[in-house]
T-cell receptor, first 115, second 110 residues
Framework: GAVVSQHPSWVICKSGTSVKIECRSL??????MFWYRQFPKQSFMLMAT?????????EQGVEKDKFLINHASLTLSTLTVTSAHPEDSSFYIC???????????FGSGTRLTVV | SQQGEEDPQALSIQEGENATMNCSYK?????LQWYRQNSGRGLVHLIL?????REKHSGRLRVTLDTSKKSSSLLITASRAADTASYFC??????????FGKGTMLLVSP
């Protein structure tokens, strides 16, 4: 089945530093990937839609300069949290749409803690 | 923005019992999907039901969809301790993005 590999699984960083999260589609090409954020014990909020070869589309309220998304190839999308602050601590997860009948496949998520 | 609202927020049952979770949504949809999340980890796709379907089965899972009421239910029969997880419904409208509900935390005790 379609697999999306997401790395790292968890990361701790200092305030002010940047963190890059990668999502790779292993056995299919993903022209579009989606980035979500989940606060503790809450649901998944869409942050942005990543399109291969073009600019990402950000949801309202998401700072595009803070959450940089790059989708340079059909199998790789990255999310960089720039100048991280403790309030950016969260669970970030990516997904790709494989086929309508199979729903979306998700990465394993990245737990970011900013100290 | 949140589309779905699940209830209950939390559900605690014994092994062997059935677990029913409900999801309501607000706008027209193409399909509705249920996902599972184990203890703050990734999401696993469980089942998808199209807007023109009313019921679907997959193993111990049974999903119903009532588009007139804009609601869906997920039934897990003969639950096991390993079913302990959070369950989320998500709706797809157009060729667009998934919108998730708030989730139900299910605890199955041995």
């Amino acid at each position: 089945g379609a697999v999306v590999s997401q790395h790292p699984s968890w990361v701790i960083c200092k305030s002010g530093t940047s963190v890059k999260i990668e999502c790779r589609s292993l056995d299919f090409q993903a022209t579009t990937m989606f980035w979500y954020r989940q606060f503790p014990k809450q649901s998944f909020m869409l942050m942005a839609t990543s399109n291969e070869g073009s600019k990402a589309t950000y949801e309202q309220g998401v700072e595009k300069d803070k959450f940089l998304i790059n989708h340079a190839s059909l199998t790789l999308s990255t999310l960089t949290v720039t100048s991280a602050h403790p309030e950016d601590s969260s669970f970030y997860i990516c997904s790709a749409r494989v086929a309508e009948a199979y729903g979306y496949t998700f990465g394993s998520g990245t737990r970011l803690t900013v100290v | 923005s949140q589309q779905g609202e699940e209830d209950p927020q939390a559900l605690s049952i014994q092994e062997g019992e059935n677990a029913t979770m409900n999801c309501s949504y607000k706008t027209s949809i193409n399909n509705l999907q249920w996902y599972r999340q184990n203890s703050g980890r990734g999401l696993v796709h469980l089942i998808l039901i199209r807007s023109n379907e009313r019921e679907k089965h997959s193993g111990r899972l049974r999903v119903t969809l009532d588009t007139s009421k804009k609601s869906s239910s997920l039934l897990i029969t003969a639950s096991r301790a390993a079913d302990t997880a959070s369950y989320f419904c998500a709706t797809l409208s157009g060729y667009s993005t998934l919108t998730f509900g708030k989730g139900t935390m299910l605890l199955v005790s041995p």
